[in-house]
């Protein structure tokens, strides 16, 4: 990202953006994608819906069905084959209403030749974001310079084998890198999920802090009190088209505590059909349409407060007594004061590796009943600052693209600096080996 070329195209694309729509409307009422949009030297593009027909690009990537990655995604698609997992399929042509015949779901953890791409094969892997959410290898040659960009690469029409991982949103952990698609191999350009890429952003692993949920409402139910009836509820985005998508993200959370209290799962019926997209055995047995079948319900995150909860439990009079409420935000963990803003790369592993979480850890806020609790729980489907660093360090790449927060030069550059050192440690290190950890699903 520190080239010359590389500024030229960041330039670029930051003017593309600004672009006013009086511009955009003699333009045609297109905008011109981004070159972080479309895999260097191939006919195809990724989260790349908001930039219409792309000149050159015959396959159209998304990772995964929240609206920042599908935007202008709709029944008037037309203007390629859609390639995703098949859980992201089933939600584009169940809410978005997307015509099939442009959907196509691929497996997740095999190599498949895309059509039309002049042999590039991809791999999807889990992301760890929400159900349905991939991470794509990409493997083949450079044959087309596709997109709005003026740069060229020279490497068309080369043999060269060139290998992409596009990370869309996604919870690193050490599968990504032990999966048998990426392990070893030399990655030439990888795509990152930059959300958190900065070190004040250090909660903990997601795995850890739904087992910790598990155990607490575990605790909470096994142990009442005689006549002490306890209801869980658990708080998910759900305001609109735009935003229902978002209730995916509590899943694995919703899951983990249901298997813990042996219960099923209460939603209503436009949430039900959501999750029942993702076609997943367990997920459908645990889902329930009678609240009372269930002492776990999910609600609206906008309900878990402590006026919200009290009409909630008042609704189940002489059923629940007390309710306890989970919300789930990526806000609620902050970094010790006086933390150093820049730490070096070793500090940064040696730092944070051991770190644990409990359900110790988890604190209701505000002031607690006897009959309410309110328990914010740090909980992110992105990678902390911590895991990116893991996972740069724990195999070999040429080149890392920030894919968030890279709208201002300011932003870039920050990005850019850590890039930097992350190169500059792996030199010191084995760029193969993997980063000590203590479970396959986290660092």
């Not at 997992?85 to 939600?91: D, K, R, V």
């Not at 609240?291 to 609600?299: A, K």
């Not at 906008?302 to 919200?308: A, Q, R, V």
């Amino acid at each position: 990202m520190s080239s010359n070329r590389d500024n030229e195209l960041w330039k670029e694309a930051a003017v593309v953006e600004e672009k006013s729509s009086r511009f955009l409307k003699a333009n045609g009422g297109r905008r011109k994608a981004p070159f972080y949009k479309i895999m260097q030297g191939m006919p195809i593009a990724v989260d790349a819906f908001r930039y219409g027909t792309i000149p050159g690009v015959t396959a159209y990537f998304l990772t995964h069905a929240h609206s920042d990655h599908y935007t202008n995604l709709s029944s008037t698609w037309e203007s390629g084959p859609i390639y995703c997992s098949q859980g992201t399929a089933n939600l584009i042509i169940h809410m978005l209403s997307v015509d099939c015949k442009w959907v196509h779901p691929l497996p997740m953890d095999v190599p498949t030749v895309i059509p039309n791409t002049n042999g590039v094969q991809v791999t999807l892997i889990e992301a760890n974001h929400c159900p349905g959410s991939s991470l794509f290898f990409f493997e083949g040659l450079q044959t087309v310079d596709a997109g709005d960009s003026c740069a060229k690469s020279p490497f068309i029409g080369s043999s060269k084998i060139f290998r992409y991982l596009h990370c869309g949103d996604f919870r690193a952990s050490p599968r990504h890198v032990l999966h048998p698609a990426v392990k070893g191999k030399l990655i030439d350009h990888v795509y990152l999920d930059t959300t958190y890429l900065d070190p004040k952003y250090t909660f903990p692993p997601q795995p850890l802090v739904i087992s910790a949920c598990a155990e607490f409402a575990h605790k909470m139910v096994k142990h009442k009190e005689v006549d002490i009836h306890p209801l869980v509820v658990v708080g998910t985005y759900s305001i609109g088209k735009e935003r229902i998508f978002a209730l995916l993200l509590t899943v694995p959370l919703l899951v983990a505590i249901a298997r813990a209290l042996k219960t099923k799962i209460y939603c209503d019926a436009r949430k039900a059909a959501i999750l029942r997209c993702q076609e997943d055995p367990e997920l459908n047995a645990l889902l329930t349409s009678k609240p009372m079948d269930s002492i776990v319900h999910l609600v609206p995150l906008g309900m878990i407060t402590s006026d919200g909860l009290k009409t909630y439990l008042d609704r189940f009079k002489g059923s629940y007594t007390k309710i306890i409420g989970f919300r789930p935000t990526g806000w609620t963990f902050s970094q010790t004061a006086g933390a150093d803003q820049l730490p070096s790369v070793s500090c940064t592993l040696a730092r944070t590796q051991q770190k644990n979480f409990t359900c110790a850890d988890l604190r209701p806020s505000g002031k607690p009943t006897s009959t309410l609790q309110i328990i914010p729980v740090p909980y992110s489907e992105h990678s902390s600052f911590y895991e990116l660093t893991c996972f740069a360090m724990s195999f070999d790449w040429v080149k890392m693209i920030a894919t968030v927060n890279v709208g201002s030069q300011t932003s870039r550059g920050k990005m850019a600096r850590w890039f930097s050192k992350w190169e500059a440690e792996r030199k010191k290190r084995d760029a193969t080996t993997v980063v000590p950890h203590r479970h396959p699903d986290y660092w």
